[in-house]
């Protein structure tokens, strides 16, 4: 633990979510395709990485989709809550590492040939120390994937459950990346077939009382919206770059 005064507050986000999370992110659509997107931009821009940390993993659903999808010689998983790292515990092989620690300050350097930050850094308010860290953790030439939600005109009541600070402005993170030692390699919307849903239901339904509407599904529902999620990733990965969605991708290249 390198950041123990601040394990299992409130900061950033409720770790009594965690309980919650765990289960829904097996079966729902948008955390599946989320993974296969993001394991997919890995194999195709960092094929020959082999040294990986995740910042902010919460649970270990996105790390073990990684851990899977090749011989790693190291994998790492950090996250500010233990509550959290008990999930991954039980999701993750032996062999990963996890560890406590405040993501404005991580403990390493010139580390890793690849990075992620997967729907985290929109909840700290110095998201670029965050950048700074991961940059100086990783070699120079190595890679970093992040993923933020986007469109400040969707902000809702979701987003203050979620403690978010933000949602990112189109081109904002690309900026910041640039800022702190990157260069920009792909950048696109996700989650932009199924946008005009996501924003009538923000629009019509945003109410304190409906903090957890967009997970409630039934199984069908949640089947149709995986296979369209499944096919704009799909297409994502054979070259299609969207102009607006619900989140945004970004794979850069540590300089």
Not at 10 to 26: M, R, V
Not at 166 to 172: A, L, N, P, S
Request: hydrophobic share 45%; net charge neutral; aromatic share 10%.
């Amino acid at each position: 633990m390198f950041a123990p005064d601040l394990a299992d507050t409130i900061n950033g986000f409720d770790p009594k979510s965690f309980d919650e999370l765990s289960q829904l992110e097996a079966e729902h659509f948008w955390f599946i395709a989320r993974n296969e997107l993001i394991v997919g931009l890995m194999n195709k821009y960092f094929p020959e990485a082999r040294r990986f940390m995740e910042v902010g993993c919460g649970t270990g659903f996105v790390l073990r989709a990684i851990a899977q999808s090749r011989k790693w010689d190291r994998v790492v998983g950090s996250e500010l809550h233990p509550a959290g790292l008990e999930y991954a515990k039980g999701r993750l092989p032996s062999e990963a590492e996890l560890i406590q620690m405040d993501a404005r300050h991580i403990p390493a350097e010139s580390l890793f040939d690849l990075t992620g930050a997967f729907d985290v850094i929109e909840h700290i308010a110095d998201d670029e120390a965050v950048l700074r860290g991961m940059r100086a953790s990783m070699l120079e030439g190595g890679g970093i994937i992040v993923t933020v939600p986007q469109h400040p005109w969707l902000w809702s009541r979701a987003d203050e459950v979620a403690c978010h600070q933000r949602r990112y402005r189109r081109g904002e993170l690309e900026a910041k990346l640039r800022q702190n030692g990157f260069k920009v390699l792909f950048s696109s919307s996700f989650t932009a077939l199924l946008l005009p849903l996501m924003a009538a239901s923000r629009l019509r339904r945003n109410k304190a009382d409906e903090d957890a509407y967009e997970f409630r599904l039934n199984s069908t529902v949640n089947q149709i919206l995986l296979r369209a999620l499944q096919s704009e990733v799909a297409m994502t990965l054979a070259g299609v770059r969207w102009a607006a969605g619900g989140s945004r991708v970004v794979v850069a290249r540590a300089i």
